[in-house]
């Protein structure tokens, strides 16, 4: 190889390196400046992904009712602020119920120590009863004391931040909606319609998802029926992870709830997981095709890095946020290597 060749072949390996460098040094700062103004950043991508999801309601009533575009987001925001006073209202009365019941649970786990006591031969492992059931015994109150402190918080947060998600929306939903042919065109305007399509897709699974789980556990007699339904819509949005908490998160009320048969107790574990499985298998590949592509290396990581920046909110939109970042980086060609990166290389 000649000289000029081997410089050229050394300086264009330089260039690799400080490029990957420079996108290394970049995306730590991108992480930090997140973290660091996440008071302000997690209400804003909140209200994105929600004025994203409910323009094309604004348009529908825009097109089949001729309502004005003012009246349209007017009526869509009272829309989805009812459903956020319900979902609250859900949540705190399942709080409210599991400190009702705190005493019932005691009782059960009590009667359910003692019938493991007769039972499992503690004796012969060289442990008293009193060592290992009396700490146990305390769970129910410890459980149901942190669920009410983790959630008195979290709604006081979402309080807090309301406000400003409030203000967010209603100028992103009048931004996105209601534009006609003044809209964005070409490239921009197929990227706006399928980030939309797919948040849009897979609210409704979620929704979907949620209340099929909740009819199945309140159609056994599970307590908590509609919050645990709530909680799938939720976790709906984390591939897989979501799924399995969803699907084990009723079995401490289960078990506690002496009047649920064994039978019932089985089915509220295994329809629900059967419910998350067949729609997370076949019915999201088969409606939201590749929008979805993502490598699950990628929404592992995504998971611990989203978590790690913006805590559970961040697990949430984990996946939204990488799904979008995949269809827009599908759209144009200097980008496309990162798209292939997010789905394991198998983007075309």
Excluded: C
């Amino acid at each position: 190889m000649s000289e000029p060749l081997q410089k050229a072949d050394s300086s264009l390996a330089d260039l690799r390196i400080q490029t990957v460098s420079l996108l290394i040094i970049a995306t730590v700062l991108v992480a930090v400046s997140m973290f660091w103004l996440k008071s302000v950043m997690i209400p804003f991508v909140l209200a994105l992904f929600l004025a994203l999801g409910l323009a094309p309601l604004v348009d529908g009533q825009i097109r089949w009712f001729r309502l004005p575009k003012p009246l349209a987001v007017f009526v869509t925001f009272l829309l989805s602020m009812g459903l956020l006073l319900l979902s609250v209202s859900v949540v705190t009365g399942a709080v409210a119920q599991l400190a009702a019941n705190a005493g019932a649970y005691q009782q059960r786990l009590t009667q359910i120590l003692d019938w493991a006591a007769q039972t499992i031969p503690l004796e012969r492992f060289g442990l008293s009863q009193a060592e290992v059931l009396q700490p146990l015994t305390k769970i129910p109150m410890g459980t149901v004391s942190g669920i009410l402190l983790g959630t008195t918080n979290a709604i006081l947060d979402v309080m807090s931040q309301a406000m400003l998600v409030t203000i967010f929306l209603v100028f992103l939903l009048i931004g996105f909606s209601g534009r006609g042919d003044q809209g964005p065109t070409g490239i921009w305007a197929e990227m706006e319609a399928r980030v939309k399509g797919f948040i849009l897709t897979k609210a409704i699974i979620s929704a979907i998802t949620g209340l099929l789980v909740g009819l199945t556990l309140q159609l056994l007699g599970v307590e908590l029926a509609l919050a645990f339904g709530f909680f799938a819509f939720l976790l709906n949005f984390i591939p897989t992870l979501g799924s399995v908490i969803s699907t084990v998160l009723p079995v401490p009320v289960v078990l506690m709830n002496p009047e649920i048969s064994l039978t019932a107790a089985i089915l509220a574990i295994s329809i629900p997981g059967a419910i998350h499985f067949f729609i997370g298998n076949v019915v999201e590949p088969l409606v939201m095709g590749d929008s979805l592509d993502l490598h699950p290396v990628t929404i592992l990581l995504s998971l611990m890095v989203w978590g790690a920046i913006w805590g559970v909110v961040g697990m949430l939109l984990a996946t939204p946020i990488m799904a979008v970042l995949k269809i827009l980086s599908d759209q144009a060609e200097a980008t496309r290597p990162v798209a292939r990166l997010l789905a394991g290389g198998r983007s075309g």
